[in-house]
């Protein structure tokens, strides 16, 4: 894209070329493997961790980078241009682990920080439950004090790094009765008696993305292990969410414009009719209006990863700059997979893997719909 980008500095350039080799020499040759195994092998995670590409944001005393958001701006761009599908690092670093960063106690981050940096601990949050989707207020997930101990029973499905994870933050209600005010936020190590994964769920696309159901039943946690104060969980949740969605729309700009490149360049070599498929008036018009959604996405997301650098980016931006981004890289992707002909129905197009991962991100983080309702909020 010939745009100017003054969100980066050069120390963040200087991150983009030690995360392109990283992906090039580590994760591109083990896509295939992911995708047969539904999930991302250890070592990758530790070896991730050793070249601190995790958690990259978090204060050096716990063994993060000490970097701002820009940092991890810069791999996620990377992962979605690299069109991988399993390494659920930023998931990990930039989702879930400021939770315990900026809600734990100071002998929390102690104790799980310092692993979940290096990749020896891997981290999934429990949100969604079969019957409530982006409902997070109404969770069944019960978490009932006895001592100083929780007991938690109920379950959750549709959990990225499921298979993986040795730490779940779980969404529970501490006092069911009280809405959203009963929501608290416990972490559960996979080690605790009664606690069980399930099925490893089989979708759509983000085959190399390990994502499950887990069970709890009658698992006991110490109260100790909960984070921050009982009932302040969905505020708490609130209040991480927009960097949540201003993620998913870092990777939808970037995967956008990869995209748009592999386009351009099948169009312009493929022959039909004695002449390429770029020479068709109807193809440069559907690629000169993907060009312009890209640059209106590339523009707007930067404008909010800008803000967010910042500490600005509000729930409604945030909202914007998700729905904006995820709902245009759908509809550009639908004309470029038919662009392709055929080949944009192989796995093996850049284009078709791209059209099968990304229909979720207008689901998953809070779904387009949810989106809209936030930003009509503010109308």
């Given at each position: 894209?010939?745009?100017?980008?003054?969100?980066?500095?050069d120390?963040?350039?200087?991150?983009?070329?030690?995360?392109?080799?990283?992906?090039?020499?580590?994760?591109?040759?083990?896509?295939?493997?992911?995708?047969?195994?539904?999930?991302?092998?250890?070592?990758?995670?530790?070896?991730?961790?050793?070249?601190?590409?995790?958690?990259?944001?978090?204060?050096?005393e716990?063994?993060?980078?000490?970097?701002?958001?820009?940092?991890?701006?810069?791999?996620n761009?990377?992962?979605?241009?690299?069109?991988?599908?399993?390494?659920?690092?930023?998931l990990?670093?930039?989702?879930?682990?400021?939770?315990?960063?900026?809600?734990?106690?100071?002998?929390?981050?102690?104790?799980w920080?310092?692993?979940?940096?290096?990749?020896?601990?891997?981290?999934?949050?429990?949100?969604?439950?079969?019957?409530?989707?982006?409902?997070?207020?109404?969770?069944?997930?019960?978490?009932?004090?006895?001592?100083?101990?929780?007991?938690?029973?109920?379950s959750?499905?549709?959990?990225?790094?499921?298979?993986?994870?040795?730490?779940?933050?779980?969404?529970?209600?501490?006092?069911?009765?009280?809405?959203?005010?009963?929501?608290s936020?416990?972490?559960?190590?996979?080690?605790?008696?009664?606690?069980?994964?399930?099925?490893?769920?089989?979708?759509?696309?983000?085959?190399?993305?390990?994502?499950?159901?887990?069970?709890?039943?009658n698992?006991?946690?110490?109260?100790?292990?909960?984070?921050?104060?009982?009932?302040?969980?969905?505020?708490?949740?609130?209040?991480?969410?927009?960097?949540?969605?201003?993620?998913?729309?870092?990777?939808?700009?970037?995967?956008?414009?990869?995209?748009?490149?592999?386009?351009?360049?099948?169009?312009?070599?493929?022959?039909?009719?004695?002449?390429?498929?770029?020479?068709?008036?109807?193809?440069?018009?559907?690629?000169?209006?993907?060009?312009?959604?890209?640059?209106?996405?590339?523009?707007?997301?930067?404008?909010?990863?800008?803000?967010?650098?910042?500490?600005?980016?509000?729930?409604?931006?945030?909202?914007?700059?998700?729905?904006?981004?995820?709902?245009?890289?759908?509809?550009?992707?639908?004309?470029?997979?038919?662009?392709?002909?055929?080949?944009?129905?192989?796995?093996?197009?850049?284009?078709?893997?791209?059209?099968?991962?990304?229909?979720?991100?207008?689901?998953?983080?809070?779904?387009?719909?949810?989106?809209?309702?936030?930003?009509?909020?503010?109308?």
């Amino acid at each position: 894209m010939q745009i100017n980008r003054t969100v980066f500095r050069d120390d963040h350039e200087m991150l983009r070329t030690t995360v392109r080799r990283f992906l090039d020499r580590e994760c591109l040759p083990k896509q295939a493997e992911w995708d047969r195994a539904g999930r991302v092998d250890r070592e990758t995670w530790l070896k991730a961790g050793r070249e601190g590409l995790l958690c990259v944001t978090l204060p050096t005393e716990y063994g993060g980078g000490g970097g701002d958001f820009g940092h991890a701006a810069v791999i996620n761009e990377e992962m979605n241009r690299a069109n991988l599908s399993g390494p659920g690092f930023s998931l990990h670093s930039d989702i879930i682990a400021p939770y315990i960063a900026r809600t734990g106690s100071e002998e929390q981050k102690q104790r799980w920080l310092p692993r979940i940096c290096t990749g020896e601990t891997i981290l999934a949050i429990g949100m969604t439950e079969p019957g409530t989707g982006s409902d997070l207020k109404s969770v069944r997930t019960t978490a009932v004090r006895d001592g100083d101990d929780y007991v938690i029973n109920g379950s959750k499905t549709f959990i990225s790094n499921g298979l993986n994870a040795d730490l779940i933050i779980v969404v529970c209600k501490t006092d069911p009765a009280a809405g959203a005010k009963g929501v608290s936020l416990i972490v559960v190590e996979a080690t605790r008696e009664g606690f069980r994964r399930g099925r490893k769920l089989e979708k759509v696309g983000m085959h190399g993305q390990d994502t499950a159901e887990l069970f709890f039943d009658n698992v006991r946690v110490p109260v100790a292990n909960r984070l921050g104060e009982e009932g302040q969980g969905f505020a708490y949740l609130m209040s991480e969410l927009p960097q949540e969605r201003l993620s998913i729309a870092i990777g939808a700009a970037a995967k956008l414009e990869a995209c748009l490149e592999h386009t351009l360049n099948y169009v312009k070599d493929r022959r039909a009719f004695n002449q390429t498929v770029w020479d068709f008036q109807n193809t440069k018009f559907k690629l000169a209006d993907i060009k312009a959604q890209a640059t209106a996405v590339r523009v707007l997301v930067d404008h909010y990863l800008a803000e967010h650098m910042s500490r600005r980016l509000t729930l409604e931006e945030a909202a914007i700059a998700k729905l904006f981004a995820t709902e245009s890289l759908g509809r550009a992707l639908d004309d470029m997979v038919q662009l392709h002909g055929g080949y944009g129905y192989m796995l093996e197009y850049p284009v078709a893997r791209a059209f099968a991962d990304a229909r979720v991100t207008r689901i998953y983080g809070g779904t387009s719909e949810v989106m809209r309702e936030l930003i009509a909020r503010k109308l």
